[in-house]
């Protein structure tokens, strides 16, 4: 087939921006006579956007926040109009931008099946011949006579779910559903995906999930300032789009007082990670940090924790924990410190908050949080926090005698 | 031609899930539910009738003045129902906008159609009324849904018109609060057009709600309704309430058409 699925030609988006709300009759009049109207500014949301998505391809869209990538789904999906350019699509598209697009708290899981139902485009009696289906599959054979509002938000996302996979679409946009839900959702939503990949249905794929985009895009496409930066094999650009990240932590630090507080009786002078990129081949995190004090100091307390991108606490301890007292600092002098971390990290991205305390852990020196960042991404993907070494020994099966 | 066919079968599978919807929460919780859809009317009904009719003596020389009124409160209602439900109707359905790609007029289709079931269920009732008090039939009722459908469409076009425009001018919703309380009392709904001077009668029929109310009354209730013919003395009068309804709804479908695909950047 000569066509794409879906084609982007010189796409441009402008949002007129008013400063300050000014939607009224009042606004109206007083700004009637004046022809440039100084509470306007002008946003270049995308700016010469063209690419194209071939049948059966799966195609990733990445970029950081406000980079524009959520922008052109919308404009994919026809919801935003182009300023300039075309956007052809060839086929029935379904966006999934979010889940349970006009769910209501008031009505039963079932009427909610109908009216989301009908919102992706089935009939009631595509819905009816179906109905068991969806949900046998969400799991809420007893819950549908109940309204929404008594549903928990995972019984909701999951009913949503099992009613958008229904859409028999040509095309599906995929904006990022899969951050909600918990491990047993994602892997309903990877098998899923896995299915589409099979029945060779067109995919956009928005993510921030690297591993994600390693594992199913056939290729894919980085987004950068609203304008795209590359577009090729999905780990080449996956490898783009994390060092997008680096860059700027190593400049950022002025900006990042709001992150950082106490009363400088010592402070983080330098802050390293052995990796910003960590694989499976490397077997520990080193944590290097170098603080001065500013004052005399006894016995401070150093600390550190990692957290996910959820803000989750997963690792961390102090030298008060590991009962080593660092002694006397004299005004000026300065302590290296290295943390080593075995390399137990599951694919994602991970901040580092450091801290000193005084010897009783009252008064805060210098407390950072997300000093620093790195990004994990392992061959071995598992969708549980940690991913540690894990040896593998069977025998019997005809698996067994291969290595 | 097939995607036309596609796009149509979705508009309608929409309007059909939201009117159902509309219905099923419109009452949502309240003990009496449904009934209210009678209630509400039949009681501001009671409360202009002993006002007016009882204690004003009003319409005290026209046969059947309290069914006369009736019908009159219960087409206002419905013109009131349609456009101020209209007004809000795109943007309080942001969060679809802003997620999904839809025929945007559903929305407010729906809203209109939800509010033409209630005039049924109303007009159901003020059927039983006059089947009570003995009401002659004339054959001439049966024009009445031509009537009813020029109602049906200006209370649409409006709709489609306000609707538009609040996505733009958030404070059209207070100004047609206050426009509606005046236009309530300048239509005969609560008095007779009798009352007034032949010069006020006249110039009050050209308003579009007025001229289909008398009509509707005159149809239905009784032949001696003053309509916009018999106060004019001419049939061709009529046309230009009709070039109104015309007007605003050639205006609203230009408009709704030309903003609708910017309604969900700009709500």
Same mark, same amino acid.
């Given at each position: 087939? =000569?066509? =794409?699925?879906?084609? =982007? !030609? /010189?796409?441009?988006?402008?949002?007129?921006?008013?400063?300050?709300?000014?939607?009224?009759?009042?606004?109206?009049?007083?700004h009637a006579f004046t022809k440039n109207n100084p509470g306007m500014e002008v946003q270049h949301a995308l700016r010469n956007v063209s690419f194209e998505v071939q049948d059966g391809e799966f195609f990733g869209i990445v970029g950081r926040n406000g980079s524009g990538k959520s922008t052109l789904l919308k404009m994919l999906a026809g919801i935003y109009q182009p300023t300039k350019g075309n956007v052809h699509i060839r086929g029935k598209l379904v966006p999934f931008i979010e889940l349970g697009v006009g769910f209501n708290a008031e009505l039963t899981g079932r009427e909610n099946v109908y009216l989301n139902g009908a919102l992706l485009g089935f009939s009631k009696k595509e819905i009816d011949s179906r109905y068991d289906e969806i949900v046998e599959f969400a799991e809420l054979e007893r819950f549908m006579d109940q309204k929404l509002k008594n549903y928990s938000s995972g019984m909701q996302v999951r009913l949503a779910f099992s009613v958008a996979i229904m859409a028999e679409a040509d095309i599906l946009l995929v904006d990022e559903v899969l951050a909600v839900g918990d491990a047993s959702f994602q892997r309903k939503c990877f098998d899923y995906f896995r299915l589409l990949k099979k029945q060779k249905k067109t995919v956009i794929f928005v993510t921030h999930d690297m591993s994600a985009v390693r594992e199913y895009c056939d290729r894919a496409m980085l987004i950068e300032k609203s304008k795209v930066v590359d577009i090729g094999a999905p780990s080449r650009i996956a490898t783009q789009y994390t060092k997008l990240f680096n860059e700027p932590t190593k400049g950022r630090r002025n900006e990042e007082k709001a992150n950082r507080w106490g009363e400088k009786q010592m402070e983080y002078s330098k802050v390293?990670?052995?990796?910003?990129?960590?694989?499976?081949? !490397?077997?520990?995190?080193e944590i290097k940090l170098e603080a001065t004090a500013t004052e005399r100091v006894e016995d401070p307390i150093l600390g550190f924790l990692v957290k996910n991108q959820s803000g989750q606490q997963l690792i961390g301890t102090n030298t008060l924990v590991k009962q080593r007292q660092p002694g006397v600092f004299e005004k000026g002098e300065k302590i290296q410190?290295?943390?080593?971390?075995?390399?137990?990290?599951s694919d994602g991205?991970?901040?580092?908050?450091? =801290?000193?305390?005084?010897?009783? /852990?009252?008064?805060?020196?210098?407390?950072? !949080? !997300?000093?620093?960042?790195?990004?994990v991404v392992n061959e071995e993907r598992v969708p549980y926090?940690?991913?540690?070494?894990?040896?593998?020994?069977?025998? /019997? /099966?005809?698996g067994a005698a291969k290595k | 031609m097939k995607n036309i066919a596609h796009r149509?079968?979705?508009?309608?599978?929409?309007?059909? &899930?939201?009117? %159902? @919807?509309?219905? #099923?929460?419109? *009452?949502?919780?309240?003990?009496?539910?449904?009934?209210?859809?009678?209630?509400?009317?039949? +009681?501001?009904? $009671?409360?202009?009738?002993?006002?007016?009719?009882?204690?004003? #003596?009003? +319409?005290?020389?026209?046969?059947?003045?309290?069914? *006369?009124?009736?019908? +009159? %409160? $219960?087409l206002w209602n419905y013109f009131a129902d349609v456009t101020n439900g209209g007004i809000g109707a795109i943007v309080g359905r942001g969060d679809l906008l802003r997620k999904l790609n839809f025929p945007k007029y559903v929305i407010v289709l729906a809203g209109s159609f939800s509010a033409l079931i209630n005039l049924f269920i109303n007009l159901g009732v003020v059927f039983v009324f006059m089947l009570i008090k003995n009401v002659d039939f004339q054959w001439h009722g049966l024009l009445a849904p031509l009537v009813i459908f020029e109602l049906f469409l200006f209370a649409l076009a409006l709709a489609f018109f306000l609707s538009a425009l609040f996505v733009?001018?958030?404070?059209?919703?207070?100004?047609? &609060?206050?426009?509606?309380? +005046?236009?309530?009392?300048?239509?005969?709904?609560?008095?007779? %057009?009798?009352?007034?001077?032949?010069?006020?009668? #006249?110039?009050?029929?050209?308003?579009?709600?007025?001229?289909? %109310?008398?009509?509707?009354?005159?149809?239905?209730? @009784?032949?001696?309704?003053? @309509?916009i013919s018999s106060v004019y003395g001419n049939e061709w009068i009529r046309l230009i309430p009709i070039s109104v309804v015309i007007f605003f709804t050639i205006l609203a479908v230009w408009y709704f058409r030309k903003n609708s695909p910017r309604f969900a950047e700009e709500i």
């Open positions: 087939m =000569a066509d =794409a699925a879906v084609k =982007a !030609e /010189g796409v441009y988006k402008d949002f007129i921006l008013p400063h300050e709300k000014k939607d009224s009759i009042k606004r109206v009049f007083t390293s990670l052995s990796h910003d990129l960590m694989s499976k081949n !490397e077997q520990k995190l410190i290295t943390w080593s971390v075995d390399n137990v990290f991205t991970y901040y580092v908050d450091i =801290a000193i305390n005084d010897r009783d /852990g009252v008064t805060v020196y210098d407390w950072w !949080e !997300e000093a620093a960042r790195f990004e926090p940690f991913n540690p070494p894990v040896e593998l020994e069977f025998t /019997g /099966g005809t | 149509y079968r979705y508009s309608l599978i929409l309007l059909r &899930e939201l009117v %159902i @919807t509309d219905f #099923k929460l419109r *009452y949502q919780g309240s003990f009496l539910g449904y009934l209210w859809s009678l209630l509400r009317p039949l +009681g501001i009904f $009671v409360i202009l009738y002993l006002v007016f009719v009882r204690f004003l #003596k009003f +319409g005290a020389d026209i046969p059947n003045f309290p069914i *006369y009124l009736l019908l +009159g %409160i $219960v733009r001018l958030r404070d059209i919703n207070y100004v047609w &609060e206050v426009f509606m309380q +005046g236009a309530f009392y300048a239509t005969p709904i609560i008095y007779p %057009i009798s009352m007034l001077p032949l010069s006020a009668a #006249k110039i009050l029929l050209l308003n579009p709600v007025a001229q289909m %109310i008398q009509d509707l009354r005159y149809l239905l209730v @009784t032949p001696q309704t003053p @309509t």
